[in-house]
């Protein structure tokens, strides 16, 4: 391989090749797979077709008219900040056939078998006629980028069922606005004619507080194998449930699982039920074994029939609407005011001068203001 012509160039010219050991290899002159012979392969992107792009009209038919395709780039629109004119016009426009869902929040330790109970309780309200959606808010995408409900493989038997939409919790590109891009990602579910929509979420942090106020019904899913302590639930979990499921009842863990059911029994006879005229229930189920889940649907539609009955269910819904705009109007104040470049410096700043208590934490607060306003 070594010859004159592949010499590199700063070679002077008289050196004999033997005196070199690299040498510049000749290059690829057209596209190529690089392996050997002739299997030179078009790598031009000149076959892919581009997306077409959507126009508002394409987006509201396509929601309207349950495209799935449609309906997912229509919650990543939602999702992604960049055309919040174009995302905020089609939720005005699907707003008239919204609201109609029955909303269920769905919480719970990692490992407590959410996943497995909504893989199942969702198949089993499909065998029912029901259009059911699954959509999940990830606390760790609010502080980190990452996910704890959307990295594995979930729900596969449901994700096949044709009235059956799932929708992971939004990636690290989509980071702040919980409030409203949950939110509105369930409208565009209801619009596209989802009856039930299932809001999973981890009950370690605030997102159950989230998910808790755009539900009408929060399930708590518990396990007897552990103590609450150990589960990492806070007795405020307990008090935001409609509803608890001990799952993993099978096996060599039903006795347990029921004294457990007894236990929460007595829990609820201490604490406030989150919805007026509603006694929370316990009880057991086993999702793996689909044990308990038309159970688990019998006490649910209970609850229903309760609420719309007494119209604590539309109240909860007004109410919900009003914290909605609250926390919306919070999170846009927070992003306006740590997008000014000067605040976010001096923000900084101030957080160095208090950490070596340079700088009383009232007087601090103040000067940021003052710099935003400038
Ligand atoms: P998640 O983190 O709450 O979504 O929990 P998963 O649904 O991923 O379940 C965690 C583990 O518990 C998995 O290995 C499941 O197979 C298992 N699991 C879930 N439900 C049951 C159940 O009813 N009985 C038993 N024995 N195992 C279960």
Not at 67 to 72: E, G, P, R
Not at 345 to 353: A, D, I, K, S, V
């Amino acid at each position: 391989m070594k010859n004159k012509n592949n010499k590199p160039e700063w070679v002077p010219e008289n050196a004999s090749d033997e005196h070199f050991t690299s040498f510049v290899m000749k290059g690829v002159d057209s596209v190529h797979d690089g392996l050997g012979g002739d299997t030179a392969m078009d790598f031009s992107f000149r076959n892919l077709k581009k997306r077409k792009t959507l126009s508002l009209d394409d987006y509201k038919n396509g929601v309207l008219n349950c495209d799935i395709n449609i309906l997912a780039r229509a919650i990543t629109l939602i999702e992604s900040n960049v055309h919040i004119d174009m995302a905020q016009s089609l939720i005005k426009e699907i707003l008239p056939n919204t609201g109609k869902s029955l909303r269920i929040g769905i919480t719970g330790v990692p490992g407590a078998g959410k996943s497995t109970f909504i893989e199942a309780f969702g198949s089993y309200l499909v065998g029912l006629g029901k259009k059911v959606a699954v959509l999940a808010v990830d606390p760790s995408s609010t502080l980190s980028g990452g996910s704890i409900l959307g990295d594995k493989t979930r729900m596969e038997n449901l994700s096949r069922l044709e009235n059956a939409f799932i929708r992971p919790s939004p990636s690290g590109g989509a980071l702040g606005g919980v409030a409203r891009k949950s939110r509105e990602t369930m409208l565009l579910c209801e619009a596209a004619g989802y009856e039930i929509i299932l809001i999973e979420t981890v009950g370690v942090g605030q997102s159950e507080v989230t998910v808790r106020s755009m539900s009408d019904f929060f399930l708590l899913i518990q396990l007897a194998a552990q103590g609450d302590d150990l589960q990492g639930i806070k007795k405020g979990v307990i008090e935001l449930a409609d509803g608890i499921l001990v799952n993993k009842c099978d096996g060599n863990m039903v006795e347990k699982s029921m004294m457990k059911v007894a236990e929460l029994r007595g829990v609820f006879h201490y604490i406030q039920s989150p919805t007026e005229g509603w006694t929370p229930f316990c009880d057991s189920c086993s999702a793996l074994e689909n044990k308990g889940i038309d159970n688990a649907w019998n006490l649910i539609c209970g609850f229903f029939d309760n609420v719309k009955n007494s119209g604590v269910f539309d109240e909860r819904r007004h109410l919900q609407r009003q914290e909605w705009f609250k926390s919306v109007l919070s999170e846009e104040i927070f992003r306006k005011f740590y997008s000014n470049e000067k605040v976010k410096f001096l923000y900084e700043q101030l957080l160095h001068e208090i950490k070596n208590s340079d700088t009383p934490v009232t007087l601090a607060v103040q000067r940021l203001l003052k710099e935003s306003e400038k």
